[in-house]
């Protein structure tokens, strides 16, 4: 690879990166603007944003990896991050969700759902779950940029994290919320074009997509026995219902991550940012658009990849990648692409991991800084902006040292994780802020409380993923799991503990002092 070509190209797309930076900080002026966009970012670049934050490099690099062993079925979850992630967030949740942030003057989401419930507590008890479960979202999002980082340039994998977050942290600290969305727009634009051209040539290399189809349908033999015999029947079928490979696949990584969109605060806080509902019916179809495109295209890269090396070496792709499946995508790109096309896929992927950890150090930042710091200590006269910032920088050394730390093949995991634990934690009470006057404030901390320590709890002593390398259980119990029979080891925690959290929320609210009406009202007024 040409190296002074790459330097060349990745120069100028960070001057480009630099530049929206620093239109982003010569726009911010007020705490609103560092937190909310001034409420007045257009409908393109709030849903390419949308879009951008939520697709991050743990979708291409992670997933994309995981559809390498998995298959097309995964493309379930692209078909969930649509009608789920986008027309059920921005029509049932995002509508409701811009007009009470308005009225309750909220600026991130635990002020919206602490302002909703009225409730210092709650705002500060979510914003403490964000600060400390959402670096390891972060860190494998990190994970997923340096690695392929390293893959390209053959550098350290440490200097690699490093680089990648410094470059973040710059336009992130300084530019606030507007500089974040400006780049996402152009991030996005450039993950869009990259993924419709990998599709595209691969298509070519493989010989038209229904000779590649009929092709790797065609080597379902070729599927280890072990994995065979867990229900995994080829690259272009979904697993047998009720297999092993099925409740993986369905219950980790499908509803974990499609359904646990709906309660991230990083997104959440995009439906804010606009003026009024007409945006966001406008940002609708560009967002499923491009949902459509990043995932469904990189997932069935991932499965056809199978096909292209076992022509080309006779081993499955997995084998290539020597078992880490984060190196199924890189891996392929450096083997069947053209050296021009590696350098736009590396800015893609650059920009699908500074897309995403730029909203997610914004969203720790502040909920260090407005959600925890200035409840904690409420002065008058205070410097938000500055406090966020020095929010921010601390989120991202936290993010950079868990990074350093994690395992190899940790990115889809990860962020399966945590997507799962925010819909426990918070989507019974985002739900019921929005359509549920009924819900009370006791209701919804128990369901808090209870959707995350019942999540933490399957995770350190159920779910075999987590549970047998952390050894806690296998220190207190002598096994790696409680209930070692089939299915519990590999159903994912949202299958249990989603439901609980909104059981606890209706039981707590049915017997606990209601919500004063006038405050609903005013909540609700003008809400549709």
């Known amino acids: 690879m040409d190296t002074f070509t790459l330097g060349l190209v990745v120069i100028v797309y960070l001057l480009l990166i630099a530049y929206l930076g620093y239109v982003g900080f010569k726009k911010t002026k007020t705490a609103k603007d560092y937190l909310l966009g001034g409420r007045e970012i257009h409908p393109f670049v709030m849903a390419v944003s949308y879009g951008a934050t939520f697709i991050s490099t743990s979708a291409i690099i992670g997933f994309g990896g995981i559809s390498g062993v998995y298959g097309m079925g995964l493309i379930w979850l692209t078909f969930l991050n649509i009608f789920v992630g986008?027309?059920?967030?921005?029509?049932?949740?995002?509508?409701?969700?811009?007009?009470m942030g308005h009225n309750l003057d909220a600026h991130t989401f635990p002020e919206f759902i602490g302002a909703r419930f009225q409730s210092k507590s709650i705002q500060m008890l979510i914003g403490a779950i964000i600060f400390v479960a959402m670096p390891l979202y972060a860190a494998v999002v990190l994970i997923g940029g340096a690695r392929f980082i390293e893959s390209i340039f053959q550098i350290d994998f440490g200097i690699a994290l490093t680089f990648f977050s410094v470059i973040i942290a710059a336009y992130v600290v300084a530019g606030g919320l507007k500089g974040v969305m400006y780049t996402d727009a152009l991030q996005g634009g450039i993950m869009f074009v990259s993924l419709f051209f990998l599709l595209f040539m691969t298509y070519i290399k493989l010989g038209g997509v229904s000779g590649a189809h009929e092709a790797l349908t065609n080597m379902a033999n070729l599927v280890p026995e072990s994995l065979h015999q867990q229900g995994h029947h080829g690259w272009t079928v979904f697993p047998s219902l009720g297999s092993a490979w099925w409740w993986i696949l369905t219950t980790n990584i499908?509803?974990?991550?499609?359904?646990?969109?709906?309660?991230?605060?990083?997104?959440?806080?995009?439906?804010?940012?606009?003026?009024?509902?007409r945006e966001l019916n406008r940002a609708v179809l560009i967002g499923g658009i491009f949902?459509?495109?990043?995932?469904?295209?990189?997932?069935?890269?991932?499965?056809?990849?199978?096909?292209?090396?076992?022509?080309?070496?006779?081993?499955?792709?997995?084998?290539v990648a020597k078992g880490?499946?984060?190196?199924?995508?890189?891996?392929?790109?450096?083997?069947?692409?053209?050296?021009?096309?590696?350098?736009?896929?590396?800015?893609?992927?650059?920009?699908?991991?500074?897309?995403?950890l730029s909203s997610q150090f914004h969203t720790m930042g502040t909920s260090i800084g407005r959600d925890l710091f200035e409840n904690l200590f409420p002065q008058k006269n205070r410097n938000s902006m500055l406090i966020t910032r020095i929010g921010i920088i601390f989120a991202i050394l936290i993010s950079i040292i868990i990074g350093y730390k994690l395992p190899v093949g940790i990115v889809a995991r990860g962020t399966a994780i945590f997507f799962g634990v925010c819909a426990a934690a918070f989507l019974p009470a985002y739900f019921a802020g929005l359509y549920w006057k009924g819900a009370t404030k006791s209701g919804v901390k128990w369901?808090?409380?209870?959707?995350?320590?019942?999540?933490?709890?399957?995770?350190?002593?159920?779910?075999?993923?987590?549970?047998?390398?952390?050894?806690?259980c296998q220190a207190l119990f002598g096994k790696d799991m409680l209930f070692e029979q089939f299915p519990w080891a590999i159903i994912d925690p949202i299958v249990i503990a989603l439901p609980v959290s909104?059981?606890?929320?209706?039981?707590?609210?049915?017997?606990?002092?209601?919500?004063?009406?006038?405050?609903?009202?005013?909540?609700?007024?003008?809400?549709?």
Not at 263 to 276: E, G, I, Y
């Open 291 to 319: 949902i459509f495109v990043v995932t469904g295209f990189i997932y069935t890269v991932g499965s056809l990849s199978n096909l292209y090396f076992y022509r080309e070496s006779g081993q499955l792709a997995i084998e």
């Open 86 to 99: 986008v027309f059920i967030a921005f029509i049932f949740f995002g509508r409701r969700t811009r007009k």
């Open 502 to 528: 909104a059981l606890v929320l209706i039981g707590v609210s049915i017997f606990t002092p209601k919500m004063d009406s006038e405050h609903l009202d005013a909540c609700h007024e003008g809400v549709r």
């Open 324 to 356: 880490n499946v984060d190196l199924i995508i890189p891996e392929f790109l450096n083997a069947a692409m053209p050296e021009w096309f590696v350098y736009l896929f590396m800015l893609s992927l650059l920009s699908a991991g500074m897309s995403t």
């Open 447 to 472: 369901s808090i409380w209870i959707g995350l320590l019942v999540s933490v709890f399957m995770l350190v002593f159920m779910h075999q993923k987590e549970s047998q390398p952390l050894g806690i």
């Open 254 to 277: 499908i509803l974990g991550v499609g359904i646990g969109v709906l309660a991230q605060p990083q997104l959440v806080v995009r439906f804010m940012t606009v003026k009024s509902n």
